[in-house]
T-cell receptor
Framework: KQEVTQIPAALSVPEGENLVLNCSFT??????LQWFRQDPGKGLTSLLL?????REQTSGRLNASLDKSSGRSTLYIAASQPGDSATYLC??????????FGGGTRLMVKP | ETGVTQSPTHLIKTRGQQVTLRCSSQ?????VSWYQQALGQGPQFIFQ???????GRGNFPPRFSGLQFPNYSSELNVNALELDDSALYLC???????????FGPGTRLTVL
């Protein structure tokens, strides 16, 4: 059974800091890994998707890496802003389009 | 905006009642998945429908059931509601063979 863990569960940083969110998964037989953002009480917004054959993806100030063999992914956020405050979720996909999510990291960026 | 809508936004029910949640997918998306997200946790996969047939189910009992219609809408039905069913219910639509799933804003269900 695939299990996904995210550390830390919560993080508070001052504006401008660079930060790293961690995601680990137990079964390396994945199709891809996605990072999502969720604002309070809202749905999910896809940030980055990394195929199992890729090592990283970048979008603006966001960079996600994937090490499938060790079951780890990181989301790097550069020059954090208060608008980045949200919950960040990672999810792995196996066959059939089913996503298995981690518990999320609640990020607060203070002005 | 993902083009996926859900109704209602919020719902309050009492234990033992039945509830129907609705999702309207993007046009052309033939796959819809439903997820349950308890407060402070990540979403958990309930089931997926492809071309109006159930195409995979997570660890949820049979009182959770669904329907998918030809007009790209779908329903999640929950019978005999329990207090632990209180959660945000998310639907996600996609086109088979593509990687991107588009999530709706969710329905917040409270069971008293």
């Amino acid at each position: 059974k695939q299990e996904v863990t995210q550390i830390p569960a919560a993080l508070s940083v001052p504006e401008g800091e660079n930060l790293v969110l961690n995601c680990s998964f137990t079964d390396s037989a994945i199709y891809n890994l996605q990072w999502f953002r969720q604002d309070p009480g809202k749905g999910l917004t896809s940030l980055l998707l990394i195929q199992s054959s890729q090592r990283e993806q970048t979008s603006g100030r966001l960079n996600a890496s994937l090490d499938k063999s060790s079951g780890r992914s990181t989301l790097y956020i550069a020059a954090s802003q208060p608008g980045d405050s949200a919950t960040y979720l990672c999810a792995v996909r196996r066959a059939g389009n089913m996503l298995t999510f981690g518990g999320g990291t609640r990020l607060m960026v203070k002005p | 905006e993902t083009g996926v809508t859900q109704s209602p936004t919020h719902l309050i029910k009492t234990r033992g009642q039945q509830v129907t949640l609705r999702c309207s997918s993007q046009s052309g998306h033939n796959t819809v998945s439903w997820y349950q997200q308890a407060l402070g946790q990540g979403p958990q996969f309930i089931f997926q429908y492809y071309r109006e047939e159930e195409n995979g189910r997570g660890n949820f009992p049979p009182r959770f059931s669904g329907l998918q219609f030809p007009n790209y809408s779908s329903e999640l039905n929950v019978n005999a509601l329990e207090l632990d069913d209180s959660a945000l219910y998310l639907c996600a639509s996609s086109y088979t063979g593509t990687d991107t799933q588009y999530f709706g804003p969710g329905t917040r269900l409270t069971v008293l």
